[in-house]
Structures are given as C-alpha cells and as structure tokens.
C-alpha cells in the first residue's frame, strides 16, 4: 500500500490494530468501509479520525429515516426555475444552474480525494442501499436533465456506519469490507479515558469503570450506556469534584448514563437485592 494512503490512527482515537488494518485493507481495495457496533463506540469517530490522519476533508451525509439516494447524488430545483421564469431572474434556460450536487456529488468534484461518511445508512428504507449499488461501484451517476455524468476525480474513501437497526441487502453487503467495532474490554477504556482526560484520578478511574460495567452486565437494562455516556460521567464526577469513594454508596448522577426509567428502576432493584443478600 502506498504511504500516503494508509491510516495509522490518531493522538485523538483509539483504534485496535484489526481496525487500521481492515481500514487500509479498503483504502486499498478501494472499496466501501462498512462499520457496525453498538451506539456510542466511535463509528462515526472513525471517519473523523481517518480524514485528520491522513490530511483529507471529510464530507459527512447524515442519513434520516425519509433520506433518499438521488438526494446525495443530485437536487434539480424546479421551484426556483419557475420562481425565476416568473419574475425574469436569471438564465433559466440555463438547466446546470438548477442542479445541486448532494454529498457523493461533492465527494466525486471534488478536486482532491476526500473521506465520505455514510453516517448511520441503516436509519433509511431498505431500498437506499440497493439504490446506491452503481455510484458506488463505478464512482459516476448521471444527471438526466443536463445530459451529462458526473464521474468521480478522485475516487473517495467512503466510510459508512450502522447501527444494525436492520439488515442490509446482500448485493450491497457484496461490495463493503466489514469490520464490527467491539465493545471497548476495561483496558482499552482506560486508553479512550486517557486519550480525552489524561491525569485523572485513578481512584475514581477504577471505582467508575467498575461500577460501569457492573451497569452493562445487568440483565434488565434496556439501553446500555456507551462509551460516550461514561466519557460524559466522568466529566460530571471530575468536574463536581465528588471523590471515588462515594461511588460505593448512591451513584450520583445516573441519568448520565441511564436514559430511561425501566433502566433505573432496573438498577435499583439491584442495590436493593444485593442489600438483602449482604444482610
């Protein structure tokens, strides 16, 4: 592989030696980069982190449940053609004028390669994959209405995130490499905490990351908190200033890390039958 076109992590995202190796393995092959894993464990990072490292602007489509594929191609604005036929503004013979590139429209202009993020794709219908099969194999799409194609000049680094909310098409699962991001195991939180906090407390390191995966292991919770949401717990500890041994009494602040009453409630009935069981 090329120097230049290989990512070697950052200062700023801890990524596992099978992560940089699966990323440069489709740099290489010039194909999509498709990432799973829970919430919260740094997909969307990722592309961040590659695009920084390796010196390209990232061009990120957020994907909604009504996003459609032609909108990352294309937009033909009809509205404001006739809006200037009307008023006598502007060429409106002139149809390119009324074209606007969507965000693979972008990425192929573009006059440098760029990182692509295709940010959570399992949120649209189950056609938008499928839609996307050619412009993502051939790099080009075509634009009826000016009768030209829109090839890609430099062909992309196309990053693309699921929460696994459903299952994608096999024929688009066929053309991604794929990696499944694991939960992050007690020694590689520590680096991630080290990475956005540094000098912290190793008291209160311990004593939290303890209580946190006690949390994850609890067989009612409902929502899991992620990486983030104990990243976001420790700022609140730190920035209170509440010391680690307070921790083995009530946990302050839980709807940092908890979102949702049942998970709540869930927790306290675990205090109250380990209570019970010390007695």
């Known amino acids: 592989m090329n120097e230049i076109n290989r990512f070697e992590g950052n200062a700023n995202y801890v990524a596992s030696d099978d992560l940089m190796n699966t990323c440069n393995v489709a740099i290489a092959l010039q194909k999509p980069l498709l990432i799973k894993g829970e919430p919260g464990t740094g997909k969307t990072m990722l592309a961040e982190a590659i695009a920084e490292s390796m010196n390209m602007k990232l061009i990120v489509w957020s994907i909604k449940s009504t996003t459609k594929a032609q909108e990352g191609l294309y937009v033909y604005d009809t509205v404001q053609r006739l809006y200037d036929s009307q008023f006598g503004e502007g060429n409106v013979k002139d149809i390119a004028q009324y074209i606007k590139l969507g965000k693979l429209g972008e990425a192929f202009s ?7 993020l295709i940010d959570e794709i ?25 009768k030209e194609t829109v090839k890609a000049k430099h062909r992309p680094i196309v990053i693309i995130t699921s929460n696994a909310e459903k299952e994608l098409p096999d024929a688009f699962l066929r053309r991604c490499i794929f990696h ?3 939960f992050p195991a007690e020694d590689k939180m520590r680096e991630i905490i080290n990475v956005h906090f540094g000098d912290v407390d190793e008291k209160l390191i311990n004593m939290a990351l303890e209580k946190f995966y006690e949390i994850r292991e609890l067989r009612d919770i409902q929502k899991k908190p992620s990486t983030s949401e104990l990243l976001d717990w420790l700022q609140a500890l730190m920035i209170s200033g509440i010391p680690a ?11 940092v890390l908890l979102k949702k009453n049942q998970d709540i409630d869930a927790l306290d009935k675990e205090k109250t039958r380990r209570y019970w069981a010390g007695r």
């Open 122 to 146: 399992d949120k649209a219908d189950l056609e938008f994959p499928n839609d996307l099969l050619w412009e993502l194999d051939k790099m080009e799409f075509y634009i009826n209405e000016t």
């Open 245 to 255: 041994e307070k921790l083995t009494e009530k946990l302050p602040f839980v709807g």
């Open 180 to 182: 499944y991001i694991e």
């Open 110 to 116: 573009s006059d440098e390669q760029v990182v692509l």
